[in-house]
Every structure is written in C-alpha cells, then in structure tokens.
C-alpha cells in the first residue's frame, strides 16, 4: 500500500477533511497567520531596507538589482511548477514528493554553475565590475531554496501556516540583523548580498527542523513526466510572467547609469514590499483553499468575490497612501541621496492598485482552467508588454514607470475577463463590489494630498500627519457608508477571538 503520512511524504490532509465551516476557518486561520507575518516581516525588511539606503548608494543597489533580477528568474526555473503540483494534487505519493525534491536539487546545482561562470560576461556587458565577484556567492540561494521547497509544499498542504509564518520572521530577522551591521561595518554592498543569502539559508534549515518529512521512497522519472503537463505549463507561465517583469532592470542598467538603475529598483522594491508581501501571504492560502472547493460553483463563485474585495480594501488604500505621501517619505526617512526615486515611486505605485485583483483571478485560473488556457492569456498580456516596453524604454526611466501602470492594468482585465468564464461570477456584480472601495479610496487620497499641505512645514511632520489624516478618513467613511469590506473584516475578528 501506499504510505500517506507526512513523516514519508504522502499527504496528511485529504480533501474530504476540509468540508463546510472548517475549511473556512483555516483559511482564515492561515490568512492571519500569513499576514501578520507578513506585516511583522513587511516592517521589518522595510526597517532594514530603509537603514541599508542610508549606508549604501543608488550605485550599489544598480548592481544588485542585475542580480537579483536573474536569481528571480532562476527561482522560478528551480521549481518548474512541481510543488505546485504537489499542493494541487488529491493524495501525492512519497514517490512524487522525492521526485520533485531530487529535480529541484538537480536543477538548481546546474543553473548555479551556469550563471557563476556567465558572470565575467555579464559585468563586461553592463560595465559593473563588481558583478563578477558578488555572483558566485549570492547565487548561492539557489541551491538553499531547493532544499525547502518541498518541505514547504508539505507544510502548506498541512495548512500550517503559523509555522511558515514564524520560521519566514526569524530568517528576515536574523538577515536583517546581519546586513545591517555589515553595513555599519563599512562592508557596502556585500551586506545585501550576506542578507539574501543568510534569509534562504536559515529559512531551510528551520523548515528541515521543524517538518517531519524526508525524502524517504524512490525517484521515478515516471512520477515527474505525470506531473509535467501542469506543472510545466505553469512555470513556462511564471518564468515569462518573472522575466517580463525584469525587463526594465535588464535594459535600463545597459541603457542608462547604475545609479539611474538603482533608483528605477528601489522605487519598485519599496512599492512591491507591501503589496506583493501582502498577496503572497494570501496566494498561499487561497491557492490550496480553492483548489478543494473547485467542484462547488456556487461557494466558488462567492469565495472569488469575497477575496478581491478584502485584497482590494487593504491594499488599495495602502498604495494610493504611499503615492500621497512619497516626497514626504523619502525626504524623512532616506535623505537627499535617494530623491531622484520619488517621481518614479509616486507613480509605480498606481500600479499596486490592479495587481492584487490580477492575482487572486489568476489564482482562479490556475484551479479551474487548463495549463493550455494559462499559457494562452499570457502570451497575449506578453504581446502588448512587449510594446509597453519598446515605446517606453528608450524614451525616458519616467515613460517607464507610467508603462509599468499600463501593464499592471492591462494583466488585471485580461485574468479577470477569462477567470469570469470559468465561474458563475458576473462582472457586474464584481464592478458593485468594488465601487464603494475606490470611491473612498479617492476620497482618501484627496485628503491626505491636499490637505496635508495644511500641516506645518517638516518631513516628518508631514509624513505623520498626512498617514493619520488618511487612516482617519478612510476608517470613517468606511464605517458611515458600511463598506462590507470593513463588515467582514470585524466578523473575522469576532470568529477568531470567539475560537
């Protein structure tokens, strides 16, 4: 017979146990679980981040975004989709979970001699010399990322997301730590280099700590090629969705200086932090959470509506704020060294608007449609990227930026458009959901915008004041229109305290 426990890796949660109020509280439970650690980790990488740009210059951090634009897409190459699989499948058995442990080893081995003995050629190509001696020690992630993705696809399957949560927190701390006081200590870029490379390493071996699973049973080439037509179609799908979203690095550090390109990275990374740590805590748990309720329409439909409107009423708000606020937030926090980023911050972070709607309908896509349709919508959404990119590179960093808001638009209808089709979901009666949202959320921005320039003179004072004067407002004009957002919000925090 074939075992199914989580010590030899078969799966310990059969979708049977996951019927009516139970599934929804542990999709509750792991979204709180995930978003306070990512809020916790949130803070924290923005703590370090922002005393990092202190320490280091727009030159330093144009290098590291060469290099961890290139790991981004070697990540997604490591996985291939398989753990995806994993978490997607009925009852796996140990024979696919060793499989896929063993191919992720293989492949990240290959990819981290690959691109260490490329790297002489890539600093020549973007006159960054250093590029040749900071690669074969920060593409060492690669290979400490394979060994926990399994690990983690077993834990997610488990819905133990208050131990991903935990052991996520402590790597970031401890990094984080680390880096900084490698950046005190005059060490300059090698501190972000020793921080993503500590963070994967400690995460793995914290997940190798506390799993119970071992890559027990035997390796099946069989077991992989079952597994391919899903899985490959939906790494083909991420490997493109990644790159696409490297382009601006990639062309702008040949086009343009390292410290223009370090800026450009910056103003992306602080506008991804809280958006994108907010949607993958959420995507982690949706993803399997769906996956069981696919044959029920209806509970389907509901839950997809549910789930863009708590994305959208947290994170919209949240970026629209930063956009308000951002000359204030770089001039208080970062200094004069780091203002050539708040254009370009301002407006990428528009682009925060339609992402977490992009993603939680292209969640959908990946339960209900075929990896045929996936590959399909974005070659599409690649095509017009594609002319995004080219009208907009070589014209300036600022046509950009507006380019990146288009793109994130544009991705957000064409997943929406095709996810309706597989769901009984009309689009009218997303659009009502969202309405009463972005009506306060404009009312909020106007708030904190203009009637922040009331406040007396000062970064910080204005920063602070523009952040209450546009929590208030949106806390109460939530409560005076009785936003279901906010209604839903208050009923999951009942439930939880309540248990």
């Given at each position: 017979m074939t075992d199914h426990n989580p010590i030899s890796g078969g799966d310990p949660t059969p979708r049977s146990a996951f019927r009516g109020g139970e599934l929804k509280q542990r999709v509750a439970r792991g979204v709180a679980w995930s978003m306070a650690e990512k809020i916790g980790s949130t803070l924290l990488q923005i703590g370090?981040?922002?005393?990092?740009?202190?320490l280091l210059t727009r030159e330093d951090l144009g290098i590291m975004a060469i290099l961890t634009a290139a790991s981004a897409i070697a990540l997604v190459i490591v996985d291939s989709g398989f753990s995806q699989m994993l978490i997607r499948q009925q009852t796996p058995r140990r024979e696919d979970f060793k499989s896929v442990f063993v191919f992720n080893i293989a492949v990240s081995v290959v990819l981290y001699l690959l691109l260490a003995g490329l790297s002489p050629l890539a600093a020549d190509y973007y006159a960054m010399p250093r590029l040749d001696e900071l690669a074969p020690v920060f593409f060492l992630l690669l290979p400490l990322n394979a060994l926990s993705t399994v690990q983690n696809a077993v834990l997610v399957r488990e819905f133990r997301f208050a131990l991903l949560s935990q052991v996520?927190?402590?790597?970031a701390l401890v990094s984080g730590g680390v880096a900084i006081g490698m950046a005190l200590g005059g060490c300059g870029v090698w501190s972000i280099v020793a921080q993503r490379v500590l963070q994967m390493g400690v995460r793995s071996a914290a997940l190798w700590g506390f799993s119970r699973w071992r890559p027990n049973g035997r390796f099946e080439a069989v077991a992989l090629r079952r597994m391919a037509p899903y899985s490959l179609s939906l790494m083909a799908t991420d490997l493109i969705s990644t790159f696409y979203n490297k382009i601006p690095q990639f062309f702008l550090g040949r086009l343009y200086t390292a410290e223009t390109l370090g800026a450009f990275d910056q103003a992306v990374k602080l506008k991804d932090?809280?958006?994108?740590?907010?949607?993958?805590?959420?995507?982690?748990?949706i993803f399997p959470a769906l996956s069981k309720i696919g044959d029920d329409a209806a509970r389907f439909a509901e839950s997809y509506r549910q789930l863009v409107m708590m994305v959208c009423y947290l994170l919209v708000p949240l970026m629209a704020g930063l956009s308000a606020v951002g000359h204030d937030l770089f001039a208080a926090l970062l200094g004069e060294e780091w203002m050539p980023t708040v254009p370009y911050f301002e407006v990428v972070c528009l682009a925060g608007f339609f992402y977490p709607v992009a993603q939680v309908a292209f969640n959908v896509l990946k339960v209900k449609s075929g990896g045929g349709v996936i590959i399909?919508?974005?070659?599409?959404?690649?095509?017009?990227m594609t002319l995004i990119f080219a009208l907009t590179i070589p014209r300036s960093v600022e046509a950009v930026v507006w380019g990146l808001v288009a793109i994130a638009f544009m991705e957000m209808a064409v997943n929406v458009g095709v996810s309706l089709r597989f769901t009984t979901l009309g689009v009218g009666r997303l659009v009502r959901t969202l309405l009463p949202i972005l009506a306060v959320t404009g009312a909020m921005y106007a708030a904190v915008r203009w009637g922040g320039e009331l406040l007396p003179?000062?970064?910080f004072v204005r920063l602070f004041g523009r952040?209450?004067?546009?929590m208030a407002t949106y806390l109460l004009l939530s409560l005076l229109f009785r936003l279901e957002a906010l209604g839903e919000i208050f009923a999951l925090v009942r439930r939880q305290m309540g248990r």
């Open positions: 370090v981040s922002l005393t990092l740009l202190r996520t927190f402590v790597a932090q809280p958006v994108t740590s907010t949607m993958q805590a959420v995507q982690g748990v399909r919508i974005e070659v599409i959404k690649k095509v017009l003179e000062g970064a952040i209450a004067i546009g």
